[in-house]
């Protein structure tokens, strides 16, 4: 059974850092593509980060600004996003998706295969 676990989020006052993991079970984790996606409320899901199959490759939306770093850990089949100078209008849910089909990033959430569950960050000024 496929689970993506996401884990790390909560409420920190700005100018503060966070750091996201996403652990993987039930996909062969190298053949995966992985992305950070976030929703706000009352607004559509947008997307943050991509990390491709080795790790070798990530993308960012841009407005994430130099400040988000994704990265993968394939020993324990989990990927991360750490946050920094993080701001109020970082607030959102956080989910990861996985993609396992021939994509080298994934950046469209109808593109995703699997969805975790999310995780909540506030942050508060």
């Known amino acids: 059974q496929v689970q993506l676990v996401e884990s790390g989020g909560g409420s920190v006052q700005a100018g503060n850092s966070l750091r996201l993991s996403c652990a993987v079970n039930?996909?062969?984790?190298?053949?995966?593509?992985l992305s950070w996606f976030r929703q706000a409320p009352g607004k559509e899901r947008e997307f943050v980060a991509s990390i491709t199959r080795s790790g070798s490759g990530t993308y960012y939306a841009a407005f994430v600004k130099d400040r988000f770093t994704v990265s993968r850990d394939s020993a324990k089949n989990t990927m991360y996003l750490q946050m920094n100078s993080l701001a109020p209008e970082d607030t959102a849910i956080y989910y990861c998706?996985?993609?396992?089909?021939?994509?080298?990033?994934?950046?469209?959430?109808?593109?995703?295969?699997?969805w975790g569950q999310g995780t909540q960050v506030t942050v508060y000024s």
């Open positions: 039930g996909l062969t984790f190298s053949s995966t593509v």
């Open positions: 998706a996985a993609n396992v089909q021939n994509e080298k990033l994934l950046t469209y959430a109808e593109r995703a295969d699997y």
